[in-house]
């Protein structure tokens, strides 16, 4: 059984109260079997896991290291090679992994991202994370949210509406043990159900969510409000060359997504920022998305960027639009 009651306690003892009286029906509704039909399999997988109270009885020690590229749960001992075995094959009934990477117990999880250069391009900009609240939007897995929790966060929230990304993450939680668990908690919902005005976290990421808003101003002015006042947005997005008024709205498809809607110079995201009242707001990567961080793997083996591009001329898009670019912007909600 998945078990939400450490979720139930951190929300309130860290006085998120009105965002935990939705709780109950957001997991029924994020988790509901009857629209979800491969959650009750996906379950099935996790409960093959042993939990690390059952590995400590056999002698093992877990050993957890968030602060590294691939988030790792491994035991000394490390476990039998049969035993690996068995968990590599259990971890690929939940692919495609997406984002990562992750070492479980032997197994190296080569994810289609490397999201760990994300993380790379941003940490050493950002406010630093020791003792702050977070939410990250469109979490995926949960990958970086485990980074944040290795960076010193207090607590971390993650939501993103895939149940699969739910039960990912759910894995790694059992993996790891409540111990280390605690501040990390994924939700199965989309940004539109938090709260309105929770005015709360200390830190919002945003990261690779606002080209899937068809209004993305509403989107900044939701993560504005779920920010305490001097809180700080990790904004980052897909961008385009250009001065502040040039946006790209594809007419169709942008990379093969369909449901791509606004991509903003980076001054043009400036720009939206400061008219949506956020302060302090600077670009401070921008980075052209290689083959060697979005590919297929034995973990995701559908197509991935090189099929998105035009084989004749990779700096544009199957479509003909330039080829995915991104940026990340940082932003303080103003004291008043
Ligand atoms: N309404 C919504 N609200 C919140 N999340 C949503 C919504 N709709 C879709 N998503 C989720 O937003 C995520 C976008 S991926 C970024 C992952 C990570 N942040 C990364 O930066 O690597 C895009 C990318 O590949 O960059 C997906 O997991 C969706 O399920």
């Keep these: 059984m998945l078990n939400y009651a450490p979720l139930y306690q951190k929300f309130a003892e860290e006085g998120l109260t009105r965002w935990l009286a939705l709780v109950p029906e957001q997991l029924d509704a994020g988790l509901d079997v009857k629209r979800y039909a491969d959650l009750a399999g996906w379950q099935r997988v996790l409960e093959k896991f042993p939990t690390v109270e059952q590995l400590a009885e056999q002698g093992y020690q877990i050993n957890i290291a968030l602060d590294q590229s691939a988030v790792s749960i491994e035991t000394t001992p490390a476990l039998p090679d049969s035993e690996q075995a068995k968990y590599r094959n259990l971890f690929k009934k939940l692919m495609p992994w997406r984002k990562g990477p992750f070492q479980l117990h032997g197994t190296y999880i080569n994810t289609e991202w490397r999201s760990d250069w994300k993380w790379d391009r941003l940490c050493e900009f950002i406010a630093p994370l020791h003792n702050?609240?977070?939410?990250d939007v469109g979490c995926g897995s949960g990958y970086h949210c485990w980074r944040m929790a290795g960076a010193g966060a207090r607590m971390v929230v993650g939501i993103d509406p895939s149940p699969r990304f739910h039960m990912q993450f759910q894995l790694l939680r059992r993996l790891?043990?409540?111990?280390?668990?605690?501040?990390?908690f994924h939700l199965p919902v989309g940004i539109e159900d938090v709260p309105a005005n929770l005015d709360y976290f200390d830190t919002v990421f945003s990261m690779g969510v606002l080209y899937h808003r068809p209004s993305p101003m509403d989107h900044l002015y939701q993560l504005k409000a779920a920010l305490r006042p001097g809180g700080e947005l990790v904004l980052e997005t897909l961008v385009i060359d250009g001065d502040e008024n040039q946006v790209l709205v594809p007419a169709d498809r942008y990379a093969m997504m369909n449901n791509v809607w606004f991509l903003p110079s980076p001054d043009a995201l400036v720009l939206w920022l400061k008219k949506c009242g956020f302060v302090n707001?600077?670009?401070?990567?921008i980075s052209t998305t290689t083959l060697d961080e979005q590919r297929s793997t034995e973990w995701m083996t559908f197509h991935s960027l090189v099929d998105f591009l035009d084989p004749k001329d990779q700096s544009k898009t199957v479509e003909g639009y330039p080829a995915p670019k991104r940026a990340v912007v940082l932003a303080e909600r103003p004291y008043h």
């Design 176 to 184: 790891m043990g409540l111990a280390d668990g605690n501040k990390v």
């Design 281 to 285: 707001v600077r670009v401070v990567d």
């Design 132 to 135: 702050r609240r977070i939410l």
